[in-house]
C-alpha cells in the first residue's frame, strides 16, 4: 500500500526509529528497515495553546493538534473517548498515609477501558492510510474497543483473543459482531499469529502490530488530560499498570511534549510501573538492574496486563530510572486486596489492571520508594465489571432476610 499525497496525518511528518533514528515517511509500517527496531511518529507541531485545546470537544479529539490523525477527525463517526474524569481520591490518600492522591478513571471511556484511546486513533490513522478491516490480538479489553470502534467507523473488524479469557469479555466483544476468533493459546501466541496474518492480508490493520506506532500515540491523550485537569500542572509521581509498556511510555512522552510546547512549567516528575507478579518481567528486569527483559509465561488474574514479551518493556525501563521512579510488581492476593480497597474508600471498582495498580501504590508506599507527601496520581485503566470472577470468591451481600421488619431486627444490622 502507498500512501497518496492527499494523506492528511495531522501534525505528523514521518517516522523515526526508537533504537537508530533513522527517519522514513509516513505510512503503513513499523519496523525500521535499517535495524528492524520499532518506528515512533515524528511531528511539526503548529501553534498548540490551551485556549485551542480547551475550545475542542470533551474527548481525545481537543488534543487532534498533537496526533497523528487528520484535522478533520471529528466529522468521522468515531467513539469519541478520553477526557475520563480525574477523581480526588482523599479517601483513599488517607487510609495509605498519602498527603494528596488522585485516580484517573479511565473505566468512563465507550467500553469501559483505556483501550479506547489508541484503537481511536489507529482506526482513525488506519483508514487514512488506506486499510479495510480494522484487526487485532488482544488480551480482552483491545478486543471490545476494536470490535466497538469498528462497528461504529462501519468497517470489519477481525479480532484474536487467548481461548482462556474472562467470559465477560468474550461476551462484551461478540456483542459488536464483528470477525471474532479465540485462539488455543496464550496472547504471546495470539500475537505472533497475528503477526503472521498480517504479513498476508495488506489490507488488515493490526492496530498494536502494523499500525503500532500510530496506535501507541493514543496513550498520550492520558498524560495530556491529567495534566490539563490538574489545571496545566504535572503531577509529582503518577503510578502506571504496565503491559507492552506502551501507555506508561506514552504517558512520559505527552509530558515531555507538554514541557517542550510551554504548555505547563518544567519540572521533575517520577513514573512508576506496575505488574502483577505472575506476568512480572519488566519489574524483574527493573530489580536485577538488567537493560533486557527475560520473557515470561504468564499466571496471573490480572489478564489485561498479562503480555510475557512486551515489546516497551526496554522503554519503560529507560523512564522509570530516568524519572527516578520504579517498576513493582504485586501478588494475586494484592491485586483482589487492591481493587476492594478502592472500591471501599471511593467507591471506583476497577478491573484487575487497577488492583495492581493500586497494590503497587501501597507496596511502593511501604517500602520508601514513593514519596508520601508529594502529589500523586494513579491510573485505573479498566471497569471491575469485566473481571467479575477476580472477586467474586471474596464479596457478599451482608445478609439474606425475609420481607419483613422482625427479620431485618434478627439479622442484627441496624
Ligand atoms: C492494555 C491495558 C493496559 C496496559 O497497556 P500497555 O499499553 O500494553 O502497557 C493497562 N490496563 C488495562 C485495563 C489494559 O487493558
Keep these: 500500500m502507498a500512501i497518496t499525497p492527499a494523506t492528511d496525518l495531522g501534525p505528523a511528518t514521518g517516522l523515526i526509529c526508537r533504537e537508530c533514528g533513522a527517519s522514513r515517511d509516513l505510512g503503513p509500517h513499523y519496523a525500521c528497515e535499517e535495524c528492524f527496531g520499532p518506528l515512533e511518529i515524528a511531528y511539526d507541531f503548529g501553534a498548540v495553546t ?25 466529522d468521522t463517526p468515531n467513539t469519541e473517548p478520553g477526557f475520563t474524569r480525574l477523581v480526588r481520591a482523599d479517601n483513599l490518600a488517607e487510609s495509605l498515609g498519602l498527603q494528596s492522591l488522585w485516580v484517573k478513571d479511565d473505566s468512563g471511556n465507550p467500553t469501559h477501558s483505556f483501550k479506547d484511546r489508541v484503537v481511536a486513533v489507529a482506526l482513525a490513522a488506519a483508514r487514512e492510510l488506506g486499510f479495510k478491516v480494522l484487526a487485532c490480538p488482544s488480551t480482552g479489553n483491545l478486543a471490545n474497543a476494536v ?74 491523550t492520558l498524560g495530556y488530560e491529567i495534566a490539563e485537569q490538574l489545571g496545566w500542572r504535572l503531577p509529582d509521581q503518577i503510578v502506571v499498570p504496565v503491559a507492552s509498556g506502551s501507555q506508561l511510555t506514552k504517558i512520559d512522552k505527552a509530558f515531555q511534549e507538554l514541557i517542550k510546547l510551554n504548555l505547563v512549567e518544567d519540572k521533575p ?134 420481607p419483613s421488619l422482625e427479620a431485618f431486627r434478627a439479622a442484627g444490622l441496624a
Excluded: M
Excluded at 59 to 65: L, Q
Design 50 to 74: 490551551r485556549a485551542s485545546i480547551e475550545s475542542g470537544p470533551r474527548n481525545i479529539w481537543r488534543y487532534r493538534g498533537l496526533l497523528p490523525v487528520p484535522s478533520a477527525i471529528t
Design 147 to 220: 470490535a466497538a470502534a469498528a462497528a461504529r467507523a462501519g468497517i470489519r473488524s477481525a479480532v484474536f483473543v487467548p481461548s482462556n479469557l474472562e467470559a465477560q469479555k468474550i461476551i462484551t466483544t461478540a456483542v459488536y459482531g464483528g470477525t471474532f476468533v479465540t485462539v488455543d493459546g496464550n496472547y504471546d501466541d495470539v500475537n505472533r499469529l497475528a503477526s503472521e496474518i498480517a504479513g498476508e492480508q495488506d489490507d488488515w490493520a493490526f492496530v498494536n502490530v502494523n499500525v503500532r506506532p500510530y496506535y501507541a500515540e493514543g496513550s498520550k
Design 269 to 402: 516528575y517520577r513514573v512508576f510501573g506496575a505488574q502483577a507478579t505472575g506476568c512480572a518481567p519488566v519489574a524483574d528486569a527493573f530489580k536485577a538492574g538488567h537493560d533486557v527483559i527475560r520473557p515470561v509465561k504468564p499466571d496471573t488474574i490480572a489478564k489485561s496486563l498479562a503480555i510475557g514479551n512486551p515489546a516497551d518493556g526496554p522503554y519503560v525501563l529507560d523512564v522509570t530510572r530516568r524519572t527516578n521512579g520504579a517498576v513493582e510488581d504485586v501478588t494475586d492476593d494484592e491485586v483482589v486486596e487492591g481493587i476492594r480497597l478502592l472500591a471501599r474508600t471511593e467507591g471506583i471498582f476497577g478491573e484487575t489492571a487497577g488492583g495492581v495498580t493500586v497494590a503497587t501504590l501501597r507496596k511502593l508506599i511501604a517500602s520508601g520508594a514513593l514519596d508520601p507527601s508529594a502529589e500523586t496520581v494513579i491510573i485505573n485503566s479498566g471497569d471491575g465489571l469485566k473481571t467479575l470472577d477476580a472477586v467474586a470468591p471474596v464479596v457478599a451481600p451482608s445478609a439474606n432476610i425475609a
